[in-house]
């Protein structure tokens, strides 16, 4: 309902004449109010423009007059809002009021004095209601606006207060250590992770310790130096609360407020003992490679030695009365051979050259063949303990090698734990008198963050075999040399030093890793670590070798760079029957069997040469004739491993030192295929 003013009978005549003389005056009052906003549009100028200033002039007179015809007040509060949210000021208001007022008054008080009452009372209604809606709208917008401001100000308090919130949590759970002291040194927090680190339960111990027991240098020193540069570091082997000790890396800088002076020092500290283990270890692998790689040339040379003085020997040995002395002789040449044999065999193994007859297996089968061995071959005073998981996983892996494996780590443990015993009671007491050998077997999901742990590790799934002894542990500097061929610390009658050489050649062998643990007086472990082969583990069918040379027929090519190499297969293969045909090196051979393709038979090749290698040599013959049948004959593996060449197409790969019988049966049995 619209709020109108109610008038008298007489003031309804009154009125009449009221709006008539209105009339006669709106233009010259519409001229003035334009004239007197546009005096003022200075100060509107950031709300209204000029020309709008113009436009009021005759709208604020037909407001007016539209007033005096309908008496509605709510009109004119409604247009008093309107003039604040466009902005315009109070002082125009008032001059617009003003105006009004002295027109109307100059155009009644000679004639019309009798009404001057009335117009007074509705010019003064007109512009209460005009100025009430005008101020309440202002107060409605100043409201408003303070609401505003309040709620940037909330915000502004709330995101600064979530931004502290998070650099204290930032701080309180960074998985590195973090302390902050003043510049006098004294220490104001640490973190969750530095009471972990150092095993202390609360901040309020730490306030009351020296610190340079955890700086591991003077705080005044520290001090100078970041004042100098900035920034300070350190790295030292630190002490915790229980005694132990642990690799420690730290880098201090100072805190400083908002005119850029010191106010006090922050300290990170990284636990650096994994990092450094870590780098051991690829230091010891970087060693490793390169004994393997000298051991890998002596095994190559030596085998051909071998060959030539056991090949030699057997075909004496054929023509020789088995009862005479010189049999007798020879016998004695070919049991040191073996010897030698059995040695470049376990040097192929850590060099990683001889991946062996791999299948899948169960190693939980090889630890009980192990276990029944140990038991019949270890004193009584060493017990064996089995701790094997019955759902253990297979793995791809050559049995005769992870017996032997086992059998060097069980060794091992067993003279670590009874050698020098009554010495080593005296001088490095042991934590139990019991010799306890534990063997356990468990299967082990290496992910992402464990595998950061071990060097050569990647993620999967692997089994592990672990090997513990109870025995006098090993100092640090044994450790770091413990896979080096021929390093030992028993005495000369008890071993050469392979036994673990070999254990890391065959684990490398078969794309596994390894940990060891050792503490002195407490005893060691070794970890092995090989992945899983997800295929049902399979029987062993022995093979079956004739025991004499092996007759046949057929054109053989030898390439070989060792003159005696290359005789010792021409002698033996033409007591077979065989025609043959030699060459020094790959390009040779490549020469002979463009020219003699049609007659050979076979060409049996080796792999180190001069010139041109086996490698190339073998894929140029593939290229020339894909049919071609070629037996591999080497005593180094390294320029491509046995399952590469049979990948590739070889028919078969035999390795030097052989014996002449298992050398002839090949030769037959691959002509025959």
């Not at 008032?94 to 009452?117: A, H, V, W």
């Not at 297996?361 to 019949?376: H, M, P, Q």
């Not at 999901?445 to 990647?458: E, G, H, P």
């Not at 002195?520 to 025991?547: D, N, T, W, Y």
Request: proline share 3%; aromatic share 8%.
């Amino acid at each position: 309902m619209l709020n109108k003013l109610t008038l008298q009978n007489n003031e309804k005549e009154q009125i009449k004449i009221l709006r008539e003389c209105f009339v006669r005056k709106r233009n010259e009052l519409s001229n003035r109010i334009t004239k007197s906003l546009l005096s003022m549009a200075f100060e509107n100028r950031f709300t209204l423009h000029p020309r709008r200033l113009k436009e009021l002039g005759l709208e604020e007179t037909k407001n007016y007059q539209e007033f005096l015809t309908h008496l509605n007040i709510d009109k004119a509060k409604q247009i008093g809002r309107g003039h604040a949210l466009e902005g315009l000021g109070v002082k125009p208001l008032l001059s617009i009021g003003n105006i009004l007022r002295d027109s109307m008054i100059c155009e009644l008080e000679p004639q019309y004095s009798t009404i001057l009452k009335l117009s007074e009372k509705l010019l003064d209604t007109y512009l209460s209601s005009y100025l009430l809606g005008f101020m309440t709208s202002r107060e409605d917008q100043t409201l408003k606006e303070q609401e505003q401001i309040r709620k940037a100000l909330s915000t502004a308090l709330e995101q600064q207060r979530r931004e502290l919130f998070i650099k204290n949590h930032a701080i309180h759970t960074y998985v590195n250590g973090i302390m902050l002291t003043n510049l006098e040194g004294s220490i104001t927090y640490v973190n969750p992770a530095f009471l972990k680190m150092w095993c202390y339960d609360s901040t309020e111990e730490v306030f009351h310790i020296e610190i340079i027991r955890f700086l591991g240098a003077d705080f005044n020193e520290l001090m100078n130096v970041l004042k100098t540069t900035g920034g300070w570091q350190n790295e030292f082997t630190a002490h915790r609360r229980d005694g132990s000790s642990f690799e420690l890396n730290i880098s201090a800088s100072l805190i400083k407020d908002d005119s850029n002076e010191p106010i006090g020092v922050m300290a990170s500290f990284i636990d650096s003992t994994e990092r450094k283990r870590l780098e051991a270890q690829f230091r010891q692998a970087q060693k490793m490679e390169a004994l393997g790689q000298l051991a890998g040339g002596i095994v190559h040379d030596f085998n051909n030695l071998l060959q030539v003085i056991t090949g030699y020997t057997s075909l004496e040995m054929m023509n020789a009365p088995r009862e005479s002395d010189r049999y007798n002789n020879l016998m004695q040449i070919k049991v040191a051979t073996e010897r030698g044999k059995g040695l470049t065999e376990q040097l192929r193994f850590f060099t990683r050259q001889d991946t062996g007859k791999a299948r899948t297996i169960c190693l939980n089968d090889v630890v009980n063949e192990t276990y029944n061995l140990l038991k019949r071959t270890f004193q009584p005073e060493t017990q064996i303990r089995l701790t094997l998981d019955k759902d253990l996983r297979s793995v791809k892996a050559d049995p005769s090698q992870m017996s032997q494996l086992l059998m060097n780590l069980c060794v091992n443990a067993r003279d670590a734990m009874i050698m020098n015993k009554d010495a080593m009671k005296a001088s490095r007491p042991r934590k139990t008198e019991e010799n306890i050998l534990t063997i356990e077997t468990y299967n082990k999901d290496i992910d992402k963050t464990l595998a950061q742990l071990y060097l050569n590790a990647k993620p999967g799934k692997y089994i592990c075999v672990k090997v513990s002894d109870t025995g006098i542990g090993m100092r640090p500097e044994v450790i770091e040399r413990l896979f080096e061929p021929f390093f030992t610390t028993k005495s000369e009658k008890s071993g050469i030093g392979l036994g673990l050489a070999v254990v890391y050649g065959i684990v490398r062998n078969h794309n596994g890793f390894f940990d060891v643990q050792s503490t002195l007086g407490e005893g060691s472990s070794f970890e092995i670590f090989l992945p899983i082969f997800e295929e049902p583990a399979k029987k062993q069918v022995e093979e079956q070798h004739k025991p004499s040379l092996t007759h046949g027929k057929g054109a053989v090519l030898i390439v070989d760079d060792d003159s005696q190499m290359r005789e010792l297969a021409v002698t033996t293969l033409k007591q077979c029957g065989y025609h043959t045909i030699v060459a020094e090196d790959g390009v040779e051979a490549l020469s002979m069997y463009k020219k003699s393709k049609a007659e050979i038979d076979l060409v049996i090749l080796d792999i180190i040469m001069p010139k041109m290698g086996g490698w190339e040599c073998f894929r140029k013959l593939k290229e020339l004739d894909p049919d071609i049948k070629v037996l591999i004959m080497t005593g180094y593996t390294t320029d491509g491993s046995v399952d590469d060449f049979l990948k590739e197409g070889a028919e078969d790969v035999i390795l030097k030192p052989f014996d002449l019988e298992t050398f002839t049966n090949m030769v037959n049995r691959v002509l025959k295929a």
